[in-house]
């Protein structure tokens, strides 16, 4: 699977595409990235633990390393009898090997790590699977401009990690974020690691009201949103 993407190893175990010219995440630590960015972005935290379901969506799976740290995070939180679904769309999985091999320089995510390798096979196969009894997740495998517009699903919350937009910028155009707009519930919304001009324009055009705020690990900005409406 992951040849498509031309995988390839730096400093060890940090993957990168070739393909893309990108690194799958941070090298500060993908993992407080991702808490950073997208779990305090969306100030997911403290909503998740308000509601019976909580839907979060997320373009470009790469490792599964956002998947392991929010269900991390959320077995700490959750109340009986709430759910997570967690919904990502990608065009390369990788390898179940390949996740392993990324994802081990962070010990405090094994457990997770494990019952995701365990599940891979039906987790590439589109399947819905049980992580727990409250915690379900899907891997939507394809064009996310062509899967996205017909995936049945609306989320609370959305985690847009696809690679830079320099370098794929097919994922982060108007009407690919108009089709994200509309497969989002109402008051529910958006954060990005990127804060680039024309990415915040695709995102205001779509419905959202976007604001800036400081990056993760010294890096200047990136942005969050709400979702307002679409014209």
Not at 44 to 56: C, L
Not at 75 to 95: D, H, I, N
Not at 195 to 200: D, E, I, M, P, T
């Amino acid at each position: 699977m992951s040849k498509d993407n031309n995988l390839e190893w730096q400093n060890g175990d940090l993957p990168y595409s070739q393909e893309f010219g990108d690194h799958f995440y941070s090298r500060a630590d993908g993992r407080l990235e991702c808490d950073h960015v997208f779990l305090r972005g969306n100030n997911v935290q403290e909503r998740w633990t308000a509601t019976e379901r909580f839907s979060i969506g997320e373009l470009g799976f790469g490792t599964g390393l956002n998947l392991l740290e929010t269900w991390r995070q959320w077995v700490e939180q959750r109340k009986a009898g709430q759910t997570l679904l967690f919904t990502s769309f990608e065009l390369y999985p990788m390898q179940a090997s390949e996740i392993e091999r990324a994802l081990k320089s962070w010990p405090i995510l094994g457990e997770q790590t494990g019952v995701l390798i365990e599940n891979w096979n039906a987790v590439t196969k589109g399947k819905l699977v049980a992580l727990d009894g409250q915690t379900f997740f899907q891997l939507v495998v394809g064009d996310v401009r062509e899967m996205l517009p017909i995936w049945d699903g609306a989320a609370d919350a959305w985690f847009l990690d696809g690679f830079a937009p320099s370098k794929n910028p097919q994922m982060w155009e108007e009407e690919m974020l108009k089709a994200l707009a509309r497969k989002t519930n109402p008051g529910g919304t958006v954060a990005t690691y990127t804060a680039a001009g024309w990415v915040r324009r695709n995102l205001i055009a779509a419905g959202f009201d976007m604001q800036k705020c400081p990056g993760h690990a010294g890096k200047r900005e990136m942005m969050k949103g709400v979702f307002q409406s679409q014209d």
